[in-house]
């Protein structure tokens, strides 16, 4: 029988399993997906003050609509002889999506790095949870100031003193400057200090160093210093980009049998932009290059990637949120008005689960326009 393998578990993986299994229809095709834990983590949403609610049983999601879970870890990825090794076992396959995300890139050389918090992975956004719980009187800093830094800075100020580091000169230097005075803003209402164009050099027990050689009070110290590819796609070419992804083409086809999707796809969404490595693209990612490892072995037409309107949504805390849209993220939306939009995206995060007709059909639907704002109503909405 014709095997799709898929290996993660993450946004990516998941949507690749459904959009297989929604071109397969009831063609003799097998489709496994290899990913270590039971669970779909719903990784946007780790910043919050309960980890344990993000997440979603695989199970619910892949049995459905037939897909086989393998759980295990991917070392290999051997494309002369299309066989990939989990723990061990050799598993071939006639096409191969790999969607197995990406990883945060942490300092190496760090004194006291084994000190660090990180909301990466359920596992971390655990640690830190358990750590901090039932205490209401405490010092962080938090080393990052794009958006896991300042998602995680805020979600925390609500019960603590918070420090931001960052090398920037700016606050978000990544999102530009659309969306800068609203996170500006926000800090400051809730009381976040920050101190840029400077690192943490050490952590010790209570304490950091920054890099102009300041001591701080820090109970605890959050890394959320960039990510990276999985190290898999060094597996599969040379040629990757500066975040360690494989290119691709319109179809996501990166090899003759191999497809990627996620965080390990250097995708274009337009002449002009690469995908970002969130779940907003993700997804549909995942959809379309699932979808076509099976066309690509039952003779039906692949799809292109057509990614919808780029947004961002961010939280900040006891601030509210701060919504925008385009390349350029003009605020459509902040404060009161923008956790609405928030709330709303968190929940669209969410696969259907337990029923196969609601899966297939989100897997048909490479992108959901979001409904939070209405395009008439873009030129009446307020621009900071």
């Not at 979808?291 to 799809?303: G, T």
Request: contains cysteine.
């Amino acid at each position: 029988m014709r095997h799709v393998v898929i290996i993660g578990g993450g946004f990516a993986g998941v949507w690749s399993a459904a959009g297989a299994a929604l071109a397969r229809g009831d063609a003799d095709l097998r489709i496994t997906l290899i990913a270590p834990d039971e669970h779909l983590v719903l990784r946007p949403r780790l910043y919050e003050p309960e980890p344990d609610l993000a997440k979603v049983e695989l199970s619910r999601i892949l049995e459905p609509i037939g897909v086989e879970h393998l759980r295990a870890s991917v070392s290999t990825i051997d494309t002369d002889r299309r066989v990939v090794v989990a723990d061990g076992e050799e598993i071939g396959y006639d096409r191969l999506v790999l969607a197995a995300g990406s990883r945060l890139v942490r300092p190496q050389g760090l004194p006291g790095a084994e000190r660090l918090f990180d909301i990466d992975t359920l596992d971390g956004a655990r640690r830190l949870t358990n750590y901090l719980r039932d205490r209401e009187d405490f010092s962080a800093v938090v080393v990052g100031g794009g958006f896991t830094g300042l998602e995680a800075a805020t979600a925390l100020a609500a019960r603590g003193r918070v420090l931001l580091v960052d090398r920037s000169q700016v606050v978000g230097d990544q999102l530009g400057p659309g969306p800068r005075e609203e996170i500006e803003a926000a800090l400051d209402e809730l009381g976040v200090g920050r101190r840029l164009g400077t690192t943490v050099t050490e952590v010790g027990d209570g304490y950091a160093v920054l890099s102009d050689g300041t001591k701080v009070e820090a109970d605890v110290v959050v890394w959320s210093v960039g990510i990276r590819a999985s190290e898999l796609t060094r597996q599969l070419s040379d040629e990757l980009d500066h975040l360690g992804r494989v290119p691709v083409d319109r179809r996501l086809r990166a090899l003759p049998e191999v497809f990627v999707a996620g965080d390990t796809a250097a995708a274009a969404f337009d002449a002009e932009h690469t995908v970002m490595q969130a779940c907003q693209h993700a997804t549909p990612l995942g959809k379309v290059a699932g979808y076509n490892a099976a066309a690509d072995l039952l003779d039906v037409p692949l799809r292109d990637f057509t990614p919808g309107p780029y947004v961002t949504c961010l939280d900040l805390g006891g601030a509210g949120a701060v919504f925008t849209r385009g390349w350029d993220r003009r605020v459509m939306a902040s404060g009161a008005d923008g956790a609405v939009i928030k709330k709303q995206i968190n929940q669209q995060i969410h696969p259907p689960v337990d029923d196969a007709s609601k899966i297939l059909a989100a897997a048909d639907r490479v992108y959901i326009e979001l409904p939070f704002l209405p395009r008439e109503e873009e030129k009446a909405a307020p621009a900071g």
